[in-house]
């Protein structure tokens, strides 16, 4: 049951118990976890099937998801919200924490996203990885992610969400680190985790928050309380959160993990770095809206960060010629819209998963569709070799121009519908924000037309020896599936459906219309995207591409180098750290144990004196010392006798 | 009952010590296996909300009040069971170890063992300290005879600390005895002392005293830097025994006997206590990044572990206590599986280097799996035990003083920095030619850490029985001491919402 109060704008989390066949929602993480385990601990011998299993989970989870959906779709509009308690985890004084799962309109959608599109990567992988020795072990991998980022939307407290959120995490390391041979590959895996590391101090720090502010970590109950504690505390928690869900979707600043992770096999790029991991950290700040709601300034904090990534991503989106790190900044980048979105409060919180949804569709559709072109290239992921591929690889081709239109917004596909919403959302906010959302729909429109213009269109710069050909069916099945879902993602909107949806967790708000027309809005921005597209044709179809990339100017540099995000971190908190490593491991030598050891310098001069009178060495000295005390105790013992 | 669970071990000790040497290794391992038993045995006839029980008390030196006297609550048990169920662990993982005298080395770590459960077991104060001081005997044998080059001088760094520890704290054990004879007839029992008046010049004295021993044995920063050289030099086994067993009587004094005699002092001391945990847990982690040998990383890193548990103790929370007895525990289990797999490699790559390592993934994939594992409980990743006791003390650090708990929470940064690191240098790369075709993994091997594993795994999900035997511990020693929970600043049900009502 939803309570709304006059005036009030923030709904109350108030879910009844899971009955009938939502009873089975442990399930839903259950299979992919036993998945993993099996995969994992059957060692060798599950080789053979291992890809099969693996998928099989998946595809059951994913079926269990339809059925909770189309359950909860069946019910009344207040009766929408369910809690499963699974068992007790930690029980200490006045802290109880349950192995709880919540079933609502917001967690629901992500159960398909998550389970849908990670069927379909599941079965792309069976033949992207088919030639890998250790393919077993890929999906094991695969099935751990999906039971984590499942438990991550599913908690019903912040503790169990922490859990799938450093699970997802795990996941990550061991997917992004999954050529471990390769130096790169590890140091980018741990590199990943480090930096997430820090974000999960800002969400550690936010639960320890909200336990000592309202006694509980449950999203129930502080959502009860939230109206009660004060602006401050409230703020702080909003930042923390923010920073925790920074690190997590890679936003400013803590965004340089991402271009790194590439370094993994692409399917894991799909589903981690684009359509799920990385939008976690919006499902966080939409799931904590009681938060964001008493935290105005909070909020302004989330719209900066948002806009900041949302440029910081486009440009490298701009400049970079390996394909998969140009998509890695343009999903920094569309993370930032769907931030920004989250930042606005109740107008936005809708269509930042609108827009999350369609993002999963698309990008993971085009990342799968790189993955396909450097299936077809042996592996070569630098677009200044590609050009002219249409004819050689026709389904990709056309599956990644679904993804393509969907992203730059072009009118009717799934993009234009989520992104146009969000752009309006904002200028109804903020004239400033609102221009720079449109300005950055430009930018999208350029760096997607480069890349997607180097790639099937332009000159063929293919290297010698490369002869690109078509994926196999296992990998072009879910190209087409997910194009289609680029496509006509946008039905989600028909009739203001996900808004409607959502509103029982996220509220509802009047609508605010934008300071123009909306109609002038959509308009300005499909202008905006079509400037963009124009100028990336006249630069990458109309000029010949160079195989080499040429030096460029200051800016371009900038934009290769990620902004020279690596060397600020490199000078702000490596160097530190490096220093901070130093000094300790200075102090233990000479200090701490130099002070103690001079101690025991003086007790040894005392013993030098002592082993002229005695014995002569210090080790006999200690023991003797050590007798010595014993033979007390066996005195006083004595003694009583 | 508790009695046999000392002398098992202990004759067990002396049994090797007479019998050949060929049969060493078969009757330790026996032997530990029985007191595993025993330890189970105990666990069963154990009542979790009962406090004390299963005790045995016989005068032994009635002029200054001094027993023979074993107990179990909640804390004893739960480090009892770590000691039985590790034993055999470090036995059948270090099956080499002792190679050199398998005599001395199968007599001494049961001999340790047996003292060891009864330092956990003494209700009485001067039996601990007799004790206390005893399992020096058989630790530095085992840094000295057996390991790296170098022990002897380790062991003797070791011995010396800890009997500078053990001379502050038998003058406080005396003066415990002066002011016990004060107000009656002396008594050492833990129960009679738990009563006394000590007044507070002298119970902050005397607290010190407890303090400073403990904190040399746990270790805490400063006096910490014993640990490092030992497990450097020591075997895998023997830094087992050393860091998850017997540095835990220091954390385990604090709880018993400085929280449980001197509880105006602890709390008196609580600010300078919490400084010097939380400069462990930084200063730990910071000093264990810049490592490269693989046993001294180990080492350090429980420095920056008991920072975390001691912090837990002088926060004075249920959270926190239960907080720091669990962490106590999963320090123990997942420690020991570092250590021990890291062995494992150590004996395969001939070095304790890191940097020399390196490319071992591909050629041992299971043994690259499980330092994995015990590396990811070590800096505490949900889903494994430790976590769980992390997230409490940092929660009750947090509750104490906001800064505390953001200060110390910089340690989980730290920990996946040190653990992750070592783990790329040592595992992944390019294989050079010479790793190519090592072991995986052998049966013995695996076995061995496998309840280490299955534990950190269990307990991580569901640690509600550990947590069950520790909180009636921690309940009474709160209302012992005189504090309660914090109160949230929004208790549930009050609903800003809900005041206009229907």
Same mark, same amino acid.
């Given at each position: 049951?939803?309570?709304?109060?006059?005036?009030?704008?923030?709904?109350?989390?108030?879910?009844?118990?899971?009955?009938?066949?939502?009873?089975?929602?442990?399930?839903?993480?259950?299979?992919?976890?036993?998945?993993?385990?099996?995969?994992?601990?059957?060692?060798?011998?599950?080789?053979?099937?291992?890809?099969?299993?693996?998928?099989?989970?998946?595809?059951?989870?994913?079926?269990?998801?339809?059925?909770?959906?189309?359950?909860?779709?069946?019910?009344?509009?207040?009766?929408?919200?369910?809690?499963?308690?699974?068992?007790?985890?930690?029980?200490?004084?006045?802290?109880?924490?349950?192995?709880?799962?919540?079933?609502?309109?917001?967690?629901?959608?992500?159960?398909?996203?998550?389970?849908?599109?990670?069927?379909?990567?599941?079965?792309?992988?069976?033949?992207?990885?088919?030639?890998?020795?250790?393919?077993?072990?890929?999906?094991?991998?695969?099935?751990?992610?999906?039971?984590?980022?499942?438990?991550?939307?599913?908690?019903?407290?912040?503790?169990?969400?922490?859990?799938?959120?450093?699970?997802?995490?795990?996941?990550?390391?061991?997917?992004?680190?999954?050529?471990?041979?390769?130096?790169?590959?590890?140091?980018?895996?741990?590199?990943?985790?480090?930096?997430?590391?820090?974000?999960?101090?800002?969400?550690?720090?936010?639960?320890?928050?909200?336990?000592?502010?309202?006694?509980?970590?449950?999203?129930?109950?502080?959502?009860?309380?939230?109206?009660?504690?004060?602006?401050?505390?409230?703020?702080?928690?909003?930042?923390?959160?923010?920073?925790?869900?920074?690190?997590?979707?890679?936003?400013?600043?803590?965004?340089?993990?991402?271009?790194?992770?590439?370094?993994?096999?692409?399917?894991?790029?799909?589903?981690?770095?684009?359509?799920?991991?990385?939008?976690?950290?919006?499902?966080?700040?939409?799931?904590?809206?009681?938060?964001?709601?008493?935290?105005?300034?909070?909020?302004?904090?989330?719209?900066?960060?948002?806009?900041?990534?949302?440029?910081?991503?486009?440009?490298?989106?701009?400049? =970079? $010629?390996? !394909?998969?790190? &140009?998509?890695?900044?343009?999903?920094?980048?569309?993370?930032?819209?769907? #931030?920004? @979105? +989250? *930042?606005?409060?109740?107008?936005?919180?809708?269509?930042?998963?609108?827009?999350?949804?369609?993002?999963?569709?698309?990008?993971?559709?085009?990342?799968?569709?790189?993955?396909?072109?450097?299936?077809?290239?042996?592996?070569?992921?630098?677009?200044?070799?590609?050009?002219?591929?249409?004819?050689?690889?026709?389904?990709?081709?056309?599956?990644?121009?679904?993804?393509?239109?969907?992203?730059?917004?072009?009118?009717?596909?799934?993009?234009?519908?989520? =992104? $146009?919403? !969000?752009?309006? &959302?904002?200028?109804?906010?903020?004239?400033?924000?609102?221009?720079?959302? #449109?300005? @950055? +729909? *430009?930018?999208?429109?350029?760096?997607?037309?480069?890349?997607?213009?180097?790639?099937?269109?332009?000159?063929?710069?293919?290297?010698?020896?490369?002869?690109?050909?078509?994926?196999?069916?296992?990998?072009?099945?879910?190209?087409?599936?997910?194009?289609?879902?680029?496509?006509?993602?946008?039905?989600?909107?028909?009739?203001?459906?996900?808004?409607?949806?959502?509103?029982?967790?996220?509220?509802?708000?009047?609508?605010?219309?934008?300071?123009?027309?909306?109609?002038?809005?959509?308009?300005?921005?499909?202008?905006?995207?079509?400037?963009?597209?124009?100028?990336?044709?006249?630069?990458?179809?109309?000029?010949?591409?160079?195989?080499?990339?040429?030096?460029?100017?200051?800016?371009?540099?900038?934009?290769?180098?990620?902004?020279?995000?690596?060397?600020?971190?490199?000078?702000?908190?490596?160097?530190?750290?490096?220093?901070?490593?130093?000094?300790?491991?200075?102090?233990?030598?000479?200090?701490?144990?130099?002070?103690?050891?001079?101690?025991?310098?003086?007790?040894?001069?005392?013993?030098?004196?002592?082993?002229?009178?005695?014995?002569?060495?210090?080790?006999?000295?200690?023991?003797?010392?050590?007798?010595?005390?014993?033979?007390?105790?066996?005195?006083?013992?004595?003694?009583?006798? | 009952?508790?009695?046999?669970?000392?002398?098992?071990?202990?004759?067990?000790?002396?049994?090797?010590?007479?019998?050949?040497?060929?049969?060493?290794?078969?009757?330790?391992?026996?032997?530990?296996?029985?007191?595993?038993?025993?330890?189970?045995?105990?666990?069963?006839?154990?009542?979790?909300?009962?406090?004390?029980?299963?005790?045995?008390?016989?005068?032994?030196?009635?002029?200054?009040?001094?027993?023979?006297?074993?107990?179990?609550?909640?804390?004893?048990?739960?480090?009892?069971?770590?000691?039985?169920?590790?034993?055999?662990?470090?036995?059948?993982?270090?099956?080499?170890?002792?190679?050199?005298?398998?005599?001395?080395?199968?007599?001494?770590?049961?001999?340790?063992?047996?003292?060891?459960?009864?330092?956990?077991?003494?209700?009485?104060?001067?039996?601990?300290?007799?004790?206390?001081?005893?399992?020096?005997?058989?630790?530095?044998?085992?840094?000295?005879?057996?390991?790296?080059?170098?022990?002897?001088?380790?062991?003797?760094?070791?011995?010396?600390?800890?009997?500078?520890?053990?001379?502050?704290?038998?003058?406080?054990?005396?003066?415990?005895?002066?002011?016990?004879?004060?107000?009656?007839?002396?008594?050492?029992?833990?129960?009679?002392?738990?009563?006394?008046?000590?007044?507070?010049?002298?119970?902050?004295?005397?607290?010190?005293?407890?303090?400073?021993?403990?904190?040399?044995?746990?270790?805490?920063?400063?006096?910490?830097?014993?640990?490092?050289?030992?497990?450097?030099?020591?075997?895998?086994?023997?830094?087992?025994?050393?860091?998850?067993?017997?540095?835990?009587?220091?954390?385990?004094?604090?709880?018993?006997?400085?929280?449980?005699?001197?509880?105006?002092?602890?709390?008196?001391?609580?600010?300078?206590?919490?400084?010097?945990?939380?400069?462990?847990?930084?200063?730990?982690?910071?000093?264990?990044?810049?490592?490269?040998?693989?046993?001294?990383?180990?080492?350090?890193?429980?420095?920056?572990?008991?920072?975390?548990?001691?912090?837990?103790?002088?926060?004075?929370?249920?959270?926190?206590?239960?907080?720091?007895?669990?962490?106590?525990?999963?320090?123990?289990?997942?420690?020991?599986?570092?250590?021990?797999?890291?062995?494992?490699?150590?004996?395969?790559?001939?070095?304790?280097?890191?940097?020399?390592?390196?490319?071992?993934?591909?050629?041992?994939?299971?043994?690259?799996?499980?330092?994995?594992?015990?590396?990811?409980?070590?800096?505490?990743?949900?889903?494994?035990?430790?976590?769980?006791?992390?997230?409490?003390?940092?929660?009750?650090?947090?509750?104490?003083?906001?800064?505390?708990?953001?200060?110390?929470?910089?340690?989980?940064?730290?920990?996946?920095?040190?653990?992750?690191?070592?783990?790329?240098?040592?595992?992944?790369?390019?294989?050079?030619?010479?790793?190519?075709?090592?072991?995986?993994?052998?049966?013995?091997?695996?076995?061995?850490?496998?309840?280490?594993?299955?534990?950190?795994?269990?307990?991580?999900?569901?640690?509600?029985?550990?947590?069950?035997?520790?909180?009636?511990?921690?309940?009474?020693?709160?209302?012992?001491?005189?504090?309660?929970?914090?109160?949230?600043?929004?208790?549930?049900?009050?609903?800003?919402?809900?005041?206009?009502?229907?």
């Amino acid at each position: 049951m939803t309570v709304m109060e006059a005036g009030e704008l923030v709904p109350v989390l108030a879910p009844g118990s899971a009955d009938g066949v939502l009873s089975l929602l442990w399930l839903v993480i259950a299979l992919p976890l036993a998945g993993a385990a099996v995969l994992l601990l059957g060692g060798r011998a599950t080789d053979r099937w291992g890809h099969l299993l693996g998928t099989a989970t998946a595809v059951g989870s994913f079926v269990l998801s339809l059925l909770m959906f189309l359950t909860l779709l069946g019910r009344e509009e207040d009766d929408r919200q369910v809690v499963q308690h699974l068992y007790d985890w930690i029980q200490v004084g006045g802290l109880d924490i349950g192995m709880d799962l919540l079933l609502d309109p917001l967690s629901v959608l992500f159960l398909l996203l998550i389970t849908g599109v990670g069927s379909l990567i599941h079965v792309y992988s069976i033949g992207y990885m088919e030639h890998d020795p250790r393919r077993r072990r890929f999906f094991a991998y695969l099935n751990l992610f999906v039971a984590a980022m499942l438990m991550l939307v599913l908690s019903e407290n912040c503790l169990g969400l922490f859990l799938g959120w450093e699970g997802v995490g795990l996941a990550s390391y061991l997917l992004i680190g999954f050529w471990q041979h390769k130096p790169s590959a590890a140091a980018a895996a741990k590199k990943a985790f480090v930096i997430n590391r820090v974000g999960d101090m800002g969400m550690a720090t936010a639960i320890f928050l909200a336990f000592v502010t309202f006694g509980s970590t449950s999203f129930t109950v502080i959502s009860a309380g939230a109206g009660a504690a004060t602006e401050t505390t409230m703020t702080v928690l909003g930042l923390l959160l923010l920073v925790g869900a920074a690190g997590k979707s890679a936003q400013f600043p803590l965004q340089a993990w991402l271009l790194d992770a590439m370094e993994g096999p692409t399917p894991v790029s799909a589903l981690i770095h684009a359509a799920t991991m990385v939008t976690a950290g919006v499902y966080l700040i939409t799931r904590s809206n009681f938060v964001f709601e008493y935290a105005p300034s909070a909020q302004t904090a989330v719209v900066v960060v948002a806009v900041i990534s949302i440029f910081w991503g486009a440009v490298i989106g701009c400049a =970079k $010629d390996d !394909i998969k790190k &140009a998509l890695a900044g343009s999903t920094m980048s569309q993370i930032g819209y769907m #931030m920004l @979105a +989250a *930042g606005l409060g109740v107008a936005g919180y809708a269509f930042a998963i609108f827009h999350l949804i369609t993002h999963g569709f698309f990008k993971a559709n085009m990342f799968l569709g790189a993955g396909s072109v450097m299936h077809g290239m042996d592996d070569d992921v630098d677009m200044r070799h590609y050009g002219a591929l249409r004819a050689a690889m026709p389904i990709t081709f056309a599956t990644f121009a679904m993804g393509f239109l969907a992203i730059i917004g072009f009118p009717g596909f799934s993009g234009f519908w989520s =992104k $146009d919403k !969000i752009v309006e &959302a904002a200028l109804a906010d903020s004239w400033l924000v609102g221009l720079a959302a #449109m300005a @950055a +729909a *430009g930018v999208t429109g350029f760096y997607m037309t480069r890349l997607f213009l180097m790639t099937f269109f332009s000159n063929k710069r293919w290297q010698e020896g490369v002869h690109p050909h078509e994926s196999p069916k296992v990998m072009t099945f879910p190209l087409i599936a997910l194009a289609a879902l680029s496509v006509l993602g946008g039905v989600l909107l028909i009739g203001d459906w996900i808004v409607e949806w959502l509103s029982p967790v996220v509220g509802e708000e009047a609508h605010h219309e934008p300071p123009i027309p909306v109609l002038a809005v959509t308009a300005l921005t499909t202008l905006t995207v079509a400037v963009g597209v124009a100028i990336a044709f006249a630069m990458y179809q109309r000029r010949e591409v160079p195989a080499e990339a040429p030096t460029g100017s200051f800016a371009t540099r900038a934009a290769r180098n990620e902004l020279y995000g690596n060397e600020i971190n490199e000078v702000l908190v490596v160097g530190p750290g490096r220093g901070l490593v130093r000094t300790s491991l200075g102090i233990d030598r000479h200090g701490a144990d130099g002070a103690v050891m001079g101690g025991a310098a003086v007790v040894r001069g005392l013993g030098g004196w002592l082993r002229r009178a005695q014995t002569g060495y210090v080790r006999s000295y200690a023991l003797s010392l050590l007798g010595g005390v014993i033979i007390v105790v066996l005195a006083m013992l004595a003694v009583n006798l | 009952m508790l009695t046999a669970l000392v002398l098992v071990p202990l004759l067990g000790a002396v049994a090797v010590a007479v019998a050949p040497a060929a049969v060493s290794r078969v009757l330790a391992i026996g032997v530990s296996v029985g007191a595993f038993a025993l330890g189970v045995a105990v666990l069963l006839m154990f009542d979790t909300g009962e406090g004390m029980q299963l005790t045995e008390t016989v005068d032994w030196i009635s002029a200054f009040g001094v027993h023979y006297a074993l107990g179990v609550d909640g804390l004893s048990l739960l480090l009892v069971l770590l000691t039985v169920l590790l034993v055999p662990v470090v036995l059948l993982a270090g099956w080499h170890d002792g190679d050199e005298d398998p005599k001395a080395f199968y007599a001494w770590t049961l001999a340790l063992e047996a003292l060891s459960l009864a330092v956990f077991l003494a209700t009485d104060v001067f039996l601990f300290y007799v004790v206390f001081e005893a399992t020096l005997i058989p630790a530095y044998f085992l840094v000295a005879g057996f390991g790296r080059e170098g022990r002897s001088s380790a062991a003797v760094k070791f011995l010396l600390f800890q009997l500078a520890g053990g001379l502050v704290l038998l003058a406080s054990v005396i003066g415990l005895y002066v002011v016990s004879a004060q107000q009656g007839p002396p008594s050492y029992l833990l129960s009679d002392l738990m009563q006394l008046d000590i007044g507070t010049a002298a119970g902050r004295w005397l607290f010190a005293g407890f303090f400073i021993a403990f904190a040399i044995k746990a270790p805490l920063f400063p006096v910490h830097t014993w640990l490092a050289d030992t497990t450097e030099r020591a075997t895998p086994a023997t830094s087992v025994l050393l860091v998850c067993v017997l540095d835990k009587i220091g954390t385990y004094g604090m709880l018993r006997f400085c929280l449980g005699i001197f509880p105006e002092a602890s709390q008196w001391a609580t600010p300078l206590v919490v400084t010097i945990a939380v400069v462990s847990i930084i200063y730990g982690a910071f000093v264990a990044i810049g490592q490269d040998d693989v046993l001294r990383l180990i080492g350090l890193t429980s420095l920056s572990h008991f920072g975390f548990i001691t912090l837990g103790i002088f926060v004075f929370s249920s959270q926190g206590g239960s907080g720091a007895i669990l962490y106590m525990v999963n320090h123990g289990l997942g420690t020991a599986a570092l250590f021990l797999v890291a062995g494992y490699l150590i004996r395969r790559r001939g070095t304790t280097l890191i940097s020399q390592m390196g490319g071992l993934e591909k050629a041992t994939p299971v043994l690259a799996g499980l330092l994995l594992v015990a590396g990811l409980a070590t800096l505490g990743l949900p889903g494994l035990s430790p976590f769980v006791s992390e997230f409490l003390v940092l929660l009750s650090a947090f509750d104490y003083a906001w800064w505390v708990g953001a200060f110390a929470v910089t340690g989980i940064v730290l920990a996946a920095i040190y653990v992750l690191w070592a783990y790329q240098r040592m595992m992944t790369g390019p294989t050079p030619a010479t790793v190519e075709g090592t072991p995986d993994a052998t049966t013995r091997e695996w076995m061995a850490v496998a309840p280490l594993m299955l534990a950190l795994v269990f307990f991580g999900f569901y640690p509600q029985p550990l947590l069950d035997t520790a909180n009636p511990y921690v309940e009474g020693l709160m209302s012992h001491v005189g504090v309660t929970d914090d109160a949230p600043a929004v208790p549930p049900g009050t609903a800003g919402h809900e005041e206009d009502g229907e």
